[in-house]
């Protein structure tokens, strides 16, 4: 049995943005989630409806308006009241669904941002493109006219139920379409009044025809745009934590057995595990920290016998969250190409249909479930780090990972108290909102999804989990410039206790970073060698010290050619692109993590994760069982 990985499905959409063009056009069927991304950053990318998608779209307008008009058809939400007063009757048709724009327009506080207001606008677009909604042409027209004239409308952040679609936020869309002298937007980063934006940019206000205001607001689509925009980076934020716990491993000479296809694709082939495993197995392909021969072939030590769990366990931990995201894309993207408003025309078969497709749980809960998978990564990284930092866990590297006098300097012990801090907050976030619903509008919404919430909630937990990633790798690169350090200062520890014999009963209690970065353990070393000989290897011993450690901290060590392919990229990518130093004291630390942070959320790490992950296969074949 094959399947797609999460690592190339991953890959795909950043291809997928990264070759658009400047030009997207909309059938309402291959919307992609790189492309929802990439028009609600980029209101240069011109989008335009596809001549087959008019083509739909009119013929679908015309039989509405034969049914309501020729026929005289009763049709919710044409000549009924809307919802639990859909027992009232109107042949006011344009009033009618004026009079929905102006009750669904009940907002306050503050708004969504214009990329979130743009991705929506966007998938709406494309979903009125599939013709079923009874909308004309011109009026899709007219809201890609707003897009691609970077007018975006001003929508209140909160006041929906997602459960006849997200109302209220796309009822102030609609509103500027149709030019209420109220409506706000944003035009080219100006905040101003829809109707003079509309006048600058040549832009006639429309005049809504049967059912297209419903057409317009009917469906669970800010939803669906946020929730693409969040996916496109959290798949990212998976694939870096992975590169975290990576780099983490062989900064603690950890061992990749944990990794080996026995236990997963054979032992319990659940499609995350494998992957994670197989992935963590690439990553640490040929490293020289890490420890890749299995423990039965090596001598025992005495030594913890085998990795903690938060290395160890990191296939079966994140495996899931791996399957989650995939799942949710998969989801989404359906959302985004369907038909999410009621009811819907076919006049192709001469069906109108009621129903309650705007009823978004699928997304609530794919949502819910990402955020569940986003803590699961931020857990894994909260446990990788408490490790990392604390000297009685990382085999012999300095407390808090202070490269200088750890009596005076405390290294990353602030960024480890903010980590406890993230975590907290990305544990309550995890909480999930679908199954947190009220009764709404006269109990005719008895049951509602709260989508948008739990994509906004979503959104707010990716964030978190980015700064987690920024502050491992932070920490991590300096842990394995440290293990660099550490292994090199204990050889030379080795070769001048060789010399000198006397010595090497005190280095029991006495350790390679005491010796590198406090001079009075140089001498009370010292001490323990005989006299004629104590100043020349208080001499060689400082010398062999301070030349390590200079050369750390001038960016002249040779610590990346001892990783594996993989993890050195990112480690380049830290220490020579973002310009991040080897910490010795010398600096305030939270410039560093904000650059990181910057570059993962500016999405500067996209090539950098192309070229890590683009060995990965594909797909993976697991055993089916025998039953």
């Known amino acids: ?114 990329q979130s207001v743009r991705a929506a ?111 496109y980076d959290a798949n990212i934020a998976v694939l870096l934590t992975q590169v975290c716990n990576a780099l983490s491993i062989e900064a603690l000479q950890g061992t990749t057995e944990s990794f080996h296809p026995l236990l997963h694709n054979i032992g319990m082939p659940h499609i995350g595990q494998c992957e994670v495993a197989e992935n963590m197995l690439n990553l640490l392909k040929d490293s020289r920290l ?48 369907s038909v999410a408003d009621n009811p819907i025309f076919d006049h192709r078969t001469n069906h109108i249909i009621q129903g309650a497709n705007f009823l978004s749980e699928t997304l609530s809960v794919s949502m819910d479930q990402t955020r569940q998978a986003l803590q699961l990564c931020g857990k894994l990284l909260f446990a990788t780090f408490t490790e990392v930092i604390n000297h009685r866990l990382n085999n012999g590297l300095p407390p808090n990972l202070s490269a200088s006098n750890f009596n005076l300097d405390f290294g990353f012990k602030g960024a480890d108290i903010a980590m406890a801090s993230y975590m907290s907050e990305l544990d309550h976030l995890t909480n999930p909102i679908s199954n947190h619903i009220l009764s709404a509008e006269l109990h005719n919404q008895s049951i509602n999804s709260m989508a948008l919430v739990s994509a906004r909630l979503t959104r707010e937990a990716l964030e978190i989990l980015q700064m987690m990633i920024a502050n491992l790798l932070c920490l991590s690169a300096q842990a394995v410039d440290l293990r660099h350090l550490a292994n090199r200062a204990n050889s030379r520890l080795l070769e001048l206790t060789e010399r000198y014999p006397e010595a ?94 910057t570059a993962i959320q500016g999405r500067q790490v996209e090539g950098i994760m192309e070229n890590i992950f683009q060995s990965q296969k594909s797909s993976i074949d697991l055993e089916e069982p025998d039953h």
């Open 1 to 114: 049995m094959k399947t797609v990985t999460h690592s190339s499905l991953s890959l795909s959409l950043l291809k997928r943005k990264a070759n658009i063009g400047k030009r997207i056009y909309l059938s309402g069927s291959d919307l992609s989630i790189a492309d929802v991304l990439a028009v609600s950053e980029d209101p240069t990318i011109n989008v335009t409806i596809q001549e087959s998608a008019w083509n739909d779209m009119d013929e679908n307008a015309a039989y509405v308006r034969h049914k309501i008009i020729s026929e005289g058809l009763i049709v919710y939400g044409i000549n009924t009241g809307f919802g639990g007063s859909a027992d009232t009757r109107s042949s006011k048709l344009e009033e009618m669904q004026i009079s929905l724009l102006r009750h669904t327009c009940a907002g306050m506080g503050r708004s969504h941002s214009v």
């Open 121 to 231: 606008m966007l998938v709406r677009a494309n979903c009125l493109c599939r013709g079923y909604s009874g909308i004309r042409p011109e009026v899709v027209n007219t809201l890609l006219q707003l897009l691609n004239n970077d007018i975006t409308p001003v929508v209140p952040l909160r006041g929906t139920v997602s459960a006849s679609g997200d109302l209220m936020p796309l009822a102030y869309i609609a509103a500027v379409l149709i030019g209420r002298e109220e409506s706000r937007v944003v035009y080219r980063g100006v905040e101003m009044p829809c109707r003079k934006a509309l006048e600058d940019a040549l832009i006639e206000p429309v005049i809504l025809g049967p059912k297209e205001g419903l057409a317009l607001i009917n469906a669970s689509t800010m939803a669906a745009g946020v929730a693409s925009r969040l996916l």
């Open 290 to 337: 890490a420890t890749t021969t299995i423990a039965m072939h090596l001598s025992d030590t005495g030594s913890l016998k085998q990795d903690r769990y938060s290395l160890r366990g990191t296939p079966q931990f994140i495996g899931p969250a791996v399957e989650t995201l995939k799942e949710a894309c998969r989801r989404v993207t359906i959302d985004i190409n």
């Open 504 to 597: 090497r009963r005190e280095l029991r209690i006495i350790t390679w970073y005491q010796l590198a970065f406090q001079a009075e353990a140089v001498a009370k070393l010292s001490e323990r060698v005989p006299e004629n000989h104590r100043k020349m290897f208080s001499i060689e011993m400082t010398s062999a010290m301070e030349t390590l450690v200079i050369e750390l901290k001038e960016g002249r060590a040779d610590t990346k050619d001892n990783l594996s392919d993989g993890t050195r990229k990112m480690y380049e990518f830290i220490r020579e692109d973002l310009e991040i130093p080897f910490y010795w004291g010398q600096s305030y630390i939270d410039t560093w993590l904000q650059k990181i942070l």
